[in-house]
């Protein structure tokens, strides 16, 4: 069965940092890759970045462009997400999500359940 469980999510200021994390069991994305995205109350799922799991290349939507970092540790099958320079729009659910690399959430066969960011002082 294969899993994928977030966490790092949380309550936090304007201008904070946050590092979330998604761990993998039951299967690598190796040949493939994974993605964040994100929805917030009313709002369509929104990517946010993606990675190329051999190779670490990495895509990310101009919206979160040099806050947002994207990494994965290959021995530990995780995938992370670091947020900087926290903003009040950032706020919504957190999703990882695997299988593909790209922008349309309909590409990504295995999701996680989410974790909450909340960015407000």
């Known amino acids: 069965q294969v899993q994928l469980v977030e966490s790092g999510g949380g309550l936090v200021q304007p201008g904070g940092s946050l590092r979330l994390s998604c761990a993998v069991s039951?299967?690598?994305?190796?040949?493939?890759?994974m993605g964040w995205f994100r929805q917030a109350p009313g709002k369509e799922r929104e990517f946010v970045a993606a990675?190329?799991?051999?190779?670490?290349?990495?895509v990310y939507a101009d919206s979160v462009k040099g806050r947002f970092t994207i990494s994965r540790d290959y021995a530990k099958n995780t995938l992370y997400l670091q947020i900087n320079n926290l903003k009040p729009e950032d706020t919504a659910v957190y999703y990882c999500?695997?299988?593909?690399?790209?922008?349309?959430?309909?590409?990504?066969?295995?999701w996680g359940q989410g974790t909450q960011v909340t960015v407000s002082s």
């Open positions: 039951g299967r690598t994305f190796s040949s493939s890759g």
């Open positions: 999500a695997g299988g593909a690399v790209g922008r349309r959430p309909s590409w990504y066969d295995y």
């Open positions: 990675i190329v799991w051999s190779d670490g290349l990495t």
